[in-house]
Each structure stands twice: as structure tokens, then as C-alpha cells.
């Protein structure tokens, strides 16, 4: 009841503060005092724009200089002005029984003053601004309770269908779709001594709006479901650009955007198709829950079998350079889920087989997995001794996959869905090794291995390995 009192009280001295915070922004824009500032901003407009169905974007852009008004700095100034009045010192004191320790209370507020002032400046004379939203977000700040949050990411190795894929999982709203030319007519500050930033044109643009806060916990959410999408099908999928938003009022950091050092064009795309919609939201849901957050979160430090599989994997999809050295890294994924580490001898044979087995239970032809293996194996031996493919093995995939390219594709095949095995119920890597060795000889582990794959959500298969 204490507790409920003192909020009541906050409530009332919120709106007086609010109500001050209005009069004065009102005065000072009808007198004159309060003028916005003019900044110069650079604005991409798109002169050409073509999509094409295998990710490539053509496309040309021109710069304008377009000036615009900025209240930013007239709301600092309306801000330090309010905090010597009757109202924010009541409000102040109101917080102060509210919040430990207390000058965590009087940061929030003056980010609170901050906040109602700049909204009332930019605010369109006349239009209301709603008071009990401002203050409901606030108290949710007050007391840690997640916010409306989200982010819009502009990603590459990837095309989605059309139209956008559009579903909720787990109380996340998710949308994706296909780049258009609007991604690309982006504005950004001039500032001297600053150069611009390379337009890079998106392939896809995910939207995803969740209940959370702060920057960790969206980036940790986009990391989530790009890790899915790579999952799902062969892709380098990255993001270009991340846009942050968030309801908080005291917490800045949930808004903003981040450019990634390495923006170099994906290496590979993942088209999916208009029948591929179902099975990736059933595939993100099971997905979502059974993925361990080290795999993609900022503060991702535990190191296991299965963490440094998908950092393999993540390698060979995103590094440019030798395709040698991708194969290398693809195959190494593959040994970190497959073989023990007391294991010494036979390991292509032993690799070829494990990989074959589970696989097979899945669709995939254990023979052929096993001969994809066995030469990118053969690789992966040359790359890390620091010698070249011999020409005999060259002309031998180059006559059964095309090129070193197709296999590495077909190797990332094989290892993307041993991940998600793994992910979904194979278990710890002991456990896995012995069931696919015993299920070669017994029709009872064969039964338990099924068993163990039975909840593992559907995507697509190359078909090369069918």
C-alpha cells in the first residue's frame, strides 16, 4: 500500500511537471526565445533501382543538401530551465523514495524533462501530446520492466520471396522482406572532417518488435535470427546496417544505429521461395527455443564443441580469400561435432561415415555425403600443411561437383543441418558419436537415432545431396 502511494504521488507530480514543461516550451516558441538550430544533412535519392532474382542490385544514387531544423540542443536548454522550478523539484522528491540509490532517481528525471520538452517542441502546434503514455513508459523504466523495442535490419545473402514473410514467434513480431529502392535514400548529418558512408544496397530487410531493454538485448535478438536464417538455408547473411528503437525514456541506448566494420557483399545467397514460408516459421519457432544464447550473443564467452562449430561455419559462410581456406573451415566445423579428440586415425573414414549416417536419416544420401566429405577433407589436409590441391583430386571434383566452389556449398549443406541436428535433441557430442557408430550395426540404435531427430524442424535440402 506504501508502495502504491508513493507511485500515486509520482503520478500526480509527473503530470504538474509535464503540464510546466508544455506552458513554457508553448511560451517560448510563440515569443521567439526558443528557436530550433538548422543542421545540413546529406540526402540519397535513387535515380535507378533493379532487383534481380540471383541478389544482384544495380543501382545509382545522387546527393542532396537539404537543410533541417533541429529542437535537440532548445530542448538541453528548456530542460536545465524547468529543473530550477517548484514542479521538477516536487517531481524530484517524489522519485527520490522510489528509486535506490537516489541519484539513479535524478538522472532519470532530468532524462524525463528532457524527453516531454523535446517532444513538445517538435509537436505540430496544437497537437496533444499523451501524458498518461509518457508517464506509464516511465515507470516502467522506474522499476526495470520490459518495453516495446525492435530493430530494422538491412541484411545481404539472402532473398526472400515475395510477398514479405510476415508471422509471431514467442511474443516477437517478425517481417521479412525483399530490399527495395527506399532502403537505399538514406539521410545522414554533415559533419566537417567526416566522410560519408558507402551506400550498400540491402537484399533483405528484417523487422523485428519484441518486449525487452536496451542495446544488448536487441543486438542479442538480431543475432538470434540471423544465426536462424543461416541455419535455415546456405547464406552468407549479414547485416549492412542495424537501426535500434526502443519506448524507453531513460535508456538511450536502445536507439541508434550500427554499421558493421566489414561490409563486404555476401559470398553466397539464400533464395527462398514462396513455399519455403511455412516451413521457415516453423523452423524459426523451434529454433528460437532450442538454440543456446552463446551462439549469438555480444557476451557469448563459453566455448564448447558446438560453439566452435558454428564459429567454423560462420567462417567458411562470411570470409572472403581462398576457397580452400573456406572448405578447410567447413570441414573443421564438421570435425568438431564428429570426431573425439582422442581419435587419431581413419578420421576421414570415420568423419565421412558419422556425417553420411545422420544425414541419411534426414533425407540426405549417405553415400554422397560421404564422398563430399572425403574430398573436402582431402582439402582441408593440403590447405593446413600449406600446399595446393594436386591436380589429380582437382579433376576429380571438378568431374563430380563442378567446381571447388559447388563442393564447398554442399560441405556447408552438410554441416548447417548437423548443426541444427545437434541444436534440436542429438545431444553432447559423446553421446551422438556412439549412437551413430552403434546404429551402423544395430537396428535398436538405428531406432534411437530416428528417435533423437524426430523433432527436428524442416528446411531445405540441396539437392545435389539427395
Request: with cysteine.
Amino acid at each position: 500500500m506504501v508502495q502504491k502511494a508513493e507511485e500515486g504521488r509520482l503520478v500526480h507530480a509527473l503530470e504538474k511537471l509535464m503540464h510546466r514543461a508544455k506552458r513554457e516550451a508553448g511560451i517560448g516558441r510563440s515569443g521567439g526565445q526558443i528557436r530550433p538550430e538548422e543542421q545540413m544533412f546529406l540526402r540519397w535519392k535513387a535515380d535507378k533501382y533493379d532487383y534481380s532474382e540471383n541478389g544482384d542490385i544495380g543501382f545509382s544514387v545522387h546527393g542532396e543538401r537539404v537543410i533541417k531544423k533541429s529542437w535537440f540542443e532548445a530542448a538541453i536548454a528548456l530542460a536545465e530551465r524547468i529543473e530550477e522550478s517548484e514542479e521538477y523539484a516536487a517531481a524530484l522528491e517524489a522519485i527520490t523514495g522510489l528509486t535506490r540509490p537516489a541519484n539513479d532517481g535524478e538522472q532519470n528525471l532530468r532524462r524525463f524533462v528532457e524527453s516531454v520538452t523535446l517532444r513538445y517542441l517538435e509537436a505540430p502546434s496544437g497537437e496533444s501530446v499523451d501524458l498518461s503514455s509518457f508517464i506509464l513508459r516511465f515507470l516502467k523504466d522506474l522499476k526495470g520492466q520490459p518495453v516495446r523495442c525492435g530493430a530494422e535490419v538491412h541484411l545481404v545473402g539472402l532473398i526472400p520471396p515475395c510477398p514479405a514473410i510476415q508471422f509471431t514467434c514467442a511474443g516477437t513480431r517478425i517481417s521479412l522482406r525483399r530490399g527495395r529502392a527506399d532502403d537505399v535514400e538514406t539521410e545522414s548529418l554533415v559533419l566537417p572532417g567526416r566522410p560519408g558512408r558507402q551506400l550498400l544496397a540491402p537484399t533483405a530487410v528484417l523487422d523485428i518488435e519484441f518486449l525487452g531493454r536496451g542495446s544488448v538485448a536487441i543486438q542479442n535478438r538480431v543475432g538470434q535470427a540471423i544465426a536462424i536464417l543461416r541455419l535455415f538455408k546456405v547464406g552468407s547473411v549479414k547485416y549492412i546496417l542495424l537501426r535500434m528503437g526502443s519506448d524507453s525514456i531513460t535508456d538511450i541506448s536502445g536507439s541508434g544505429e550500427l554499421w558493421p566494420i566489414n561490409r563486404q557483399p555476401a559470398r553466397e545467397h539464400a533464395k527462398l521461395g514462396t513455399d519455403d514460408t511455412v516451413d521457415l516459421q516453423g523452423f524459426w519457432q523451434v529454433m528460437e527455443r532450442a538454440m543456446p544464447e552463446h551462439l549469438y550473443a555480444l557476451a557469448g564467452t563459453k566455448s564448447d564443441f558446438l560453439s566452435i562449430a558454428y564459429a567454423r561455419f560462420c567462417d567458411a559462410l562470411l570470409e572472403n580469400g581462398l576457397t580452400e581456406r573456406r572448405i578447410a573451415n567447413a570441414v573443421m566445423g564438421l570435425e568438431s561435432l564428429f570426431l573425439r579428440a582422442s581419435e587419431q586415425q581413419e578420421l576421414t573414414y570415420r568423419l565421412g561415415l558419422r556425417v553420411g549416417r545422420l544425414l541419411s536419416v534426414v533425407g540426405y544420401d549417405a553415400l554422397t555425403v560421404k564422398e563430399v566429405v572425403k574430398e573436402g577433407y582431402r582439402v582441408r589436409s593440403a590447405f593446413v600443411h600449406g600446399a595446393a590441391v594436386d591436380r589429380k583430386s582437382k579433376a576429380k571434383i571438378v568431374a563430380r561437383f563442378g567446381n571447388l566452389e559447388q563442393m564447398l556449398v554442399l560441405l556447408l549443406d552438410c554441416l548447417r543441418i548437423s548443426l541444427v541436428a545437434v541444436v534440436c535433441g542429438a545431444g553432447d557430442k559423446e553421446r551422438l558419436v556412439k549412437v551413430l557408430d552403434d546404429s551402423l550395426l544395430d537396428r535398436e540404435k538405428e531406432s534411437k537415432l530416428a528417435s533423437m531427430l524426430k523433432g527436428l524442424p524442416k528446411s531445405p535440402i540441396a539437392e545435389e545431396l539427395t
